[in-house]
């Protein structure tokens, strides 16, 4: 075995005579003086498996106790080149266990898992040729538009309901579902598709409940929800390339209170023994963040220029999960243009955040229950940002090190309360302080709207690198403020065009960078000693 490695332990077994989800089988996994006890599952055919994860190089001993026993020891090789461990968060940003940085650039495909083998090798293999490297993807079959298709296999078995005649239409139609009996063959198809990914070094963002439901699964009672995890976490929990989302728009579904949420969640935090992260994603009311086992704010959100308010509000990092879909349906959340698509990932990546991508192109003459929509099913991408995405990739991962927003004045201005306004306006000339009086008769719904306005977006790794993104501005000038004891090199950068060319070097302090005019320029500022030391 090596670090960062699931490893597994077989054991043969007659089958469990109550649930096979909920079994007695775990064991005591002991390296380098410390223990961790992890649950083990049943996964048919009279086959028990313990899975463990070695965080560390090293020899590992486990003990098997409950309805099986066993002993043994293997030694965990150093990791092999490219695995890392799992992502966590690391401040306001990812990192994977062994500190490398992560930078999350996503994609959505909701019912990836419950698509044909077919249709999943080509999306399979779309992803490998993308600049995505988490792929959002839900547990549950999905029921929405451009998505009916029925999956291979369910979760669970069912079984008829006790009175069919009084029975909901799903119960009748589907049965009731008893996570008490997990469907194998589901199962093992799941996270063969989630290996896979893996092997591609895709991080896959588990999404574990959702509203868009015609089976039942959303309307399941609390005791069947815990059981339904139990099994996922002994399953799941020592795949290293998970992260767990709590729901795709957990404010839709009717059959959950916050309460139950905040339930749930605690739930996966005190089950997982590896800690993965845990998001949980709205529709209209942001699900709190600042809950302890929230790992970092998940969001679905139009207007991108908060990521820097939110990431000091938290402390934590903030992913834009959905800002619409790059596409052409008649739904104003599947109609954006590349260039819209691109900008926001701009906008959240230069102000510390990141961005998750989603593609909904529909053929005019397509039926719209056959249609392979990427969004909902994957397939292959038609669309115009992916390239233009990568390109900001490559640019991010080439800097070594994550984006800080840079926090003006302008900034602290706006966020600052009417008493403080005032006191700086008896300090500043005339022609300020009739700004900062007017600024100061702001009502909170006010602000809110200007805040949403066309400002620029800024952010810096240090004082290494500074990075201007001026969006839908056609500047033909724009003024940078560098630090006077550095020297930098300025490169005007087309994020459209992807085009990169030198305007400067040797710059200081304030400088007026020349533009063409244009939409969807940035300027980048490298400190010249950096450059020297990185070639």
């Known amino acids: 075995m090596r670090q960062y490695e699931m490893y597994e332990i077989v054991l043969k077994g007659s089958a469990p005579e109550g649930s096979e989800a909920s079994v007695d089988v775990s064991a005591v996994i002991s390296h380098n003086g410390q223990k961790k006890q992890v649950r083990g599952f ?3 055919n009279g086959v028990y498996k313990i899975r463990f994860l070695p965080e560390e190089s090293g020899l590992y001993s486990w003990k098997v106790t409950g309805r099986l026993s066993a002993e043994g020891s293997a030694e965990a090789e150093p990791a092999a080149e ?8 690391s401040g306001e940003h990812y990192a994977y266990e062994d500190g490398t940085w992560f930078y999350p650039f996503g994609t959505t495909v909701y019912a990836l898992a419950h698509q044909t083998d077919e249709l999943m090798d080509q999306t399979i293999d779309t992803i490998a040729h993308s600049p995505f490297n988490k792929v959002r993807m839900c547990v549950f079959p999905k029921h929405y538009n451009y998505n009916h298709n029925e999956p291979a296999y369910y979760a669970f078995r069912s079984e008829k309901p006790e009175e069919e005649e009084s029975a909901g239409e799903a119960a009748k139609k589907y049965g009731v579902w008893n996570p008490d ?3 194998f063959r589901f199962w093992d198809a799941f996270e063969d598709k989630i290996f896979r990914l893996g092997r591609l070094g895709v991080q896959v963002d588990l999404i574990l409940f959702h509203p868009y439901d ?5 309307s399941m009672s609390m005791e069947k929800n815990l059981t339904y995890l139990d099994y996922l976490l002994r399953r799941f929990a020592a795949i290293p390339n998970l992260w767990w989302s709590m729901s795709n728009e957990y404010d839709l579904t009717p059959a959950k209170s916050l309460d139950d949420w905040h339930t749930l969640e605690e739930y996966v935090a005190a089950n997982d023994p590896y800690r993965h992260l845990i998001s ?6 942001f699900y709190d963040a600042s809950r302890p086992a929230i790992t970092h704010d998940s969001l679905q959100v139009k207007v991108v220029n908060m990521v820097a308010s939110e990431r000091a509000r938290l402390h934590k990092p903030v992913m834009i999960d959905e800002c619409c879909y790059e596409g052409n349906l008649a739904e104003y959340w599947g109609s954006i243009s590349g260039k819209e698509m691109t900008s926001r990932f701009w906008q959240a990546v230069t102000t510390g955040g990141y961005c998750t991508h989603g593609e909904t192109f529909l053929d005019k003459d397509a039926d719209e229950d056959s249609a392979i929509v990427w969004w909902a099913k994957g397939g292959r991408l038609t669309g115009e940002s992916p390239k233009r995405i990568a390109w900001l990739r490559r640019l991010v991962e080439s800097f070594k090190a994550p984006i800080d927003p840079v926090v003006s004045k302008w900034d602290v201005l706006k966020a600052a309360p009417a008493e403080k306004l005032q006191t700086l306006a008896a300090q500043m000339p ?3 302080a009739i700004m900062l009086r007017a600024m100061s008769c702001m009502t909170e719904a006010e602000k809110v709207l200007m805040n949403a306005g066309e400002f620029g977006y800024e952010g810096h790794v240090d004082d290494r690198i500074f990075l201007w993104y001026l969006n839908r501005q056609t500047f033909g000038r724009f003024q940078i403020e560098l630090p006077e004891d550095g020297r930098y090199k300025v ?3 087309d994020t459209w065009n992807m085009t990169r060319e030198t305007v400067a070097e040797d710059v200081s302090g304030n400088y007026k960078v020349t533009l063409p005019g244009r939409e969807y320029m940035a300027i980048l500022a490298t400190r010249m000693d950096h450059l020297t030391s990185t070639r």
């Open 491 to 493: 490169e005007v950068l």
């Open 42 to 44: 049943y996964a048919g």
């Open 82 to 89: 490219g695995e890392h461990g799992i992502v966590r968060a």
């Open 214 to 218: 015609r089976w039942g699964f959303a």
């Open 181 to 183: 009996h997990p469907d």
């Open 280 to 285: 949980s994603h709205n529709c209209f009311h």
């Open 430 to 432: 005339e022609s300020t």
